[in-house]
Each structure stands twice: as structure tokens, then as C-alpha cells.
């Protein structure tokens, strides 16, 4: 007797709100419940100076905050790949080691085959939900909180542009990875242009450049509300466009959006 399978249910449509660092409640599509994947330092790998991404499906910029769902994991990016990369079959292997604890934890070959019977047509329905735009609405913090340590996110204030810039390199040699499937990663096809966070307003500034000089400034983050585009099949990777970065500061305030 076959025992039940139980992995998280996939949503067709995402109602709750991911945004300035306040998560929602219940998961939404893409989410992973069962999987604590830590984001990978940011990777370098040139891109081909012949990638075009002008012909990629564009964002809808008037999409609200509220319907952009946290990327929290692996099996989400592994999912958007498929479901945006026509000529690659899904690798069940790796999807399956993604969503489920047990698949990933036992040895038992037939107990895995039993798992991935289960586990197969709730990823091909991730899969299919992903080939609605509506759904490949995201958010991501970008280089984790602010500071760590002596590393910050943020460099400090610089008065020619106005801005903050970031010192992570946000160009689409930069990409992404989280740690329950490595194998998959994305890129920002315009990240070029949010390399530095505008803000002309003199004390909001003041008041960042503050918490930077002083080290106190490691609850704040900086988020990336983003749309997936397309995929490279050669990397499996997908390709995603900022929408906007927001600025949070401690206690998850709002300074400044992009």
C-alpha cells in the first residue's frame, strides 16, 4: 500500500502581499513552505556581449505591490525555467529534491520512484500556472540586509547623482541561486539601471547616510520587485526585469522606492 504524498498546493492566483518585508500569511504561488533555502552570494558569469534582451515580454508597470509574490527558493526558479523555456523537459530529479524534505532525506529507491509519482503532476501544475504572466511577479531582497558586518549594500551617499549606489554588481554578469536547488539561477536583464537608488530628499538621505556611518543600519534592505521575462536554456536561468527596488529601513520603514 502506497503511502500518501503530501507537498504544498499550488495557488493559481496570488492575492497576498510580499512587500517592504512584511511576508504574507498563507503561501502564494511559487512558494515553498516546506523548503528553508538560504539566497547564494551573488555568482559572476559574463554574458555573451551578442544576449539581446529587447525582445523579451515586457512588465506590466502599473501591476500593485500586492500581487508580487517573495522568491524564497530554488523550486520556484526551476519552475519559472520550464515554464518559460519551450525546449527544455522538466527534470523531475531536481524539482522533486527541491519541494520535498522526505525525497531529498531518504535512500529508499522505491519509496523515491513512489514520492515522485506523487510529486510530478503538482509540479507540472507549477509549472503550467507559471505560463500566465500574471503569476511571474516577484519580490527579492538584493544582497540580503543592508549591512553585514563591515559589508554593506548600500555605499555611501553620493552628491554628483543624487543617489545611493549599490555595491553589488546588479549588470546581468551577476546572477542568483538559492541553496535547495542550486542548479537553477536568474539574472537581472536591467539591473544596469538600478545600480544607484535615487533619493533628492535632503533629510531622508541625511538620516540613511546616518546609519550607514554608524554601522546601525542592519535590519534595512533594499527590494527588488521584479517580472521574469524569458530563460537561458544553456544556464538554466531566468531572466528577470526590475519593476522597482524599494529602500526599507529598521523596523521595516519605507524610505524611498525606485
Not at 529534491?97 to 503532476?121: C, H, I, N, W
Request: hydrophobic share 35%; charged share 20%.
Amino acid at each position: 500500500m502506497k503511502r500518501k504524498v503530501s507537498v504544498p498546493v499550488v495557488a493559481v492566483a496570488c492575492t497576498l502581499i510580499y512587500a517592504a518585508g512584511c511576508s504574507s500569511s498563507k503561501p502564494g504561488i511559487g512558494t515553498n513552505p516546506g523548503v528553508t533555502a538560504e539566497p547564494y552570494n551573488p555568482k559572476q558569469a559574463p554574458v555573451p556581449s551578442s544576449a539581446n534582451f529587447s525582445n523579451l515580454p515586457k512588465a506590466d508597470a502599473n501591476v500593485p505591490d500586492a500581487q508580487f509574490v517573495e522568491l524564497n527558493s530554488g523550486y520556484q526558479i526551476g519552475a519559472l525555467f520550464y515554464a518559460l523555456s519551450s525546449g527544455s523537459l522538466p527534470d523531475y530529479e531536481k524539482l522533486s529534491m527541491a519541494v520535498s524534505p522526505e525525497y531529498r532525506s531518504t535512500a529508499d529507491t522505491f519509496r523515491k520512484r513512489d514520492l515522485m509519482q506523487g510529486l510530478k503532476p503538482q509540479i507540472d501544475q507549477q509549472i503550467q500556472a507559471y505560463k500566465d504572466k500574471r503569476n511571474r511577479y516577484f519580490t527579492a531582497k538584493v544582497g540580503g540586509y543592508l549591512s553585514a558586518g563591515n559589508l554593506l549594500v548600500l555605499k555611501h551617499y553620493d552628491f554628483k547623482t543624487n543617489s545611493f549606489p549599490l555595491a553589488q554588481d546588479m549588470s546581468p554578469n551577476t546572477y542568483y541561486s538559492f541553496s535547495d536547488t542550486p542548479f537553477y539561477s536568474y539574472i537581472f536583464t536591467n539591473g544596469s539601471g538600478f545600480q544607484q537608488f535615487p533619493l533628492r530628499d535632503e533629510q531622508k538621505a541625511r538620516e540613511i547616510e546616518d546609519l550607514l556611518t554608524k554601522n546601525q543600519i542592519a535590519q534595512g534592505y533594499v527590494t527588488a520587485y521584479m517580472f521574469a521575462q524569458g530563460a537561458d536554456a544553456a544556464n538554466r536561468r531566468v531572466q528577470m526585469q526590475i519593476v522597482r527596488m524599494v529602500l526599507t529601513g529598521p523596523g521595516h520603514n519605507e524610505f524611498a522606492r525606485h
